[in-house]
């Protein structure tokens, strides 16, 4: 069953405090292409996503929405920086690499995906190597000439004996395999070792290293070099499951799904595409910045990019781009690439309420990272509802004094509220409840607060 809008924003929510405007868009993006699967062939294929920018502050949730919208979706996601994208012509990745990044997080989840399902016969393929090792089936003796066959009926009967002796023995040890019994026990395995040979291939964009594996292209040709190793029979389980895994995957297959994936399901998030708008002087470090705009055009519009793995159309992949747009607008961006960002929401900056729930609400909340980071010193640590409410204020003034670089500025405030505590935590064997209350949190964060100059340092 797909989650339904007011369910994904829901989900997004433990993570991520306020922001509606931008959960909502997301969550509706999502949606619309649950609903494109179900209407018509021809009509799908018409059916294009509606890209959305986001404007706002750093630290603000931008990149978190869209990360955990791909949580949500189990859906292959990669996160750009454009800022790493120069034009043709210029030094620097080319922009069809977002694409190929892509794909290679496809792969991977899908990867992840088959060898969940192949677990057990892995299991069991492995437990047979493990048992071959500790007790091998003798090889059948040679034949001297073409008439041997008449005069070795006693012969078959004494390797017919030693063979089911071998098998109730080999029977007791997968035994005594699966009940732990041998976990202990050193063994000698061989293994597969992993050397993929790389090349340089020259692409339109310039030189890139695309990884090229001579094994997938030659097969048997380049026979795959084997390494042993001495370990525990518990390790060389786990060892030896992975490498039958990988043996009963199809990886032709395991390309054609990923590729599938990528096309009707995948994320692209450009971070800071503010850096890219604005007009050229024609030199300078910033010459390409409207040359990288026009080269992400066509992917961003639908395209066939051509990777290793087979060609990968973008026309239906979501694109999610950020910025905070301080120094520029979203209209300073060529028009054409405007056109493709047809939904815009605006985060806000974070108030004092917001960095109190962001302390109290999300799974991850910063209050519960550090309260089991101690608790495995024996330190039990509580927040009073006051401190918590002071931490966030101190929170608050520092943005306003110095950068604003949002929810960021919480972990910096932390580590320093908590950095005694942490120090001394391993030496304390007494005092292992302690309440961090406003006198605690003014004690350790007012003197950094008041010097804003070290502030800018420290926080």
């Not at 509706?28 to 009509?43: T, W």
């Not at 850096?275 to 002087?281: F, L, P, S, T, Y």
């Not at 301080?326 to 605006?346: A, T, W």
């Amino acid at each position: 069953m797909e989650l339904t809008p007011s369910q994904i924003v829901e989900r997004l929510n433990q993570y991520i405090i306020g922001q509606n405007d931008a959960k909502k868009s997301v969550a509706i993006a999502l949606r619309n292409r649950y609903r494109r699967r179900l209407v018509d062939e021809d009509l799908q294929e018409e059916i294009i996503p509606k890209n959305i920018l986001m404007i706002g502050p750093t630290g603000v949730g931008k990149t978190e929405i869209a990360r955990r919208l791909a949580n949500i979706a189990e859906a292959p996601f990669s996160k750009i920086e454009v800022t790493k994208f120069t034009e043709v012509g210029y030094v620097g990745r080319d922009v069809e690499s977002m694409v190929r990044d892509l794909l290679e997080s496809a792969i991977r989840m899908v990867k992840e995906k088959r060898i969940e399902d192949v677990q057990a016969e892995a299991l069991q393929a492995a437990h047979e190597r493990i048992i071959d090792n500790l007790l091998p089936t003798p090889g059948k003796k040679e034949k001297k000439g073409p008439f041997q066959f008449l005069s070795d009926e006693e012969e078959k009967e004494e390797s017919s004996e030693s063979y089911q002796r071998i098998q109730r023995r080999k029977d007791k040890l997968m035994e005594k395999l699966k009940e732990g019994e041998l976990d202990d026990r050193k063994i000698e395995i061989s293994v597969e070792k992993d050397s993929p040979q790389m090349m340089e291939l020259f692409t339109g964009q310039g030189v890139e290293e695309m990884g090229i594996n001579f094994q997938d292209m030659f097969g048997d040709m380049f026979p795959k070099k084997k390494k042993t190793r001495k370990v525990k029979i518990k390790e060389a389980i786990e060892i030896l499951k992975d490498e039958e895994a990988k043996k009963l995957i199809d990886n032709e297959e395991v390309k054609s799904e990923a590729i599938d994936l990528v096309e009707n399901e995948g994320i692209i998030f450009l971070d800071e595409i503010d850096k890219i708008a604005g007009n050229d002087q024609g030199s300078g470090p910033d010459v390409s910045r409207e040359g990288v705009q026009r080269d992400i055009l066509p992917i961003v519009e639908g395209s066939t990019i051509m990777t290793k793995h087979g060609a990968v159309k973008t026309d239906h992949i979501l694109f999610i781009a950020a910025g905070a747009f301080h120094m520029s607008k979203p209209s300073d961006l060529i028009p054409e690439l405007q056109g493709r960002f047809p939904l815009r929401v605006e985060l806000s900056s974070l108030s004092v309420d917001d960095f109190e729930q962001i302390l109290l609400q999300p799974k991850n909340a910063l209050t519960r990272q550090y309260r089991a980071l101690l608790e495995t010193e024996g330190l039990n640590i509580t927040f009073t509802d006051e401190a918590i409410r002071e931490i966030a204020e101190f929170a608050f003034e520092v943005n306003e004094q110095t950068e604003n670089i949002g929810a960021r500025r919480l972990h910096t405030i932390m580590e320093k509220l908590l950095e005694k505590l942490s120090y001394s935590a391993p030496d304390n064997i007494e005092n292992t409840e302690v309440t961090i209350d406003v006198e605690y949190v003014n004690e350790q964060l007012s003197e950094v607060v008041k010097d804003k100059d070290l502030s800018k340092y420290i926080l």
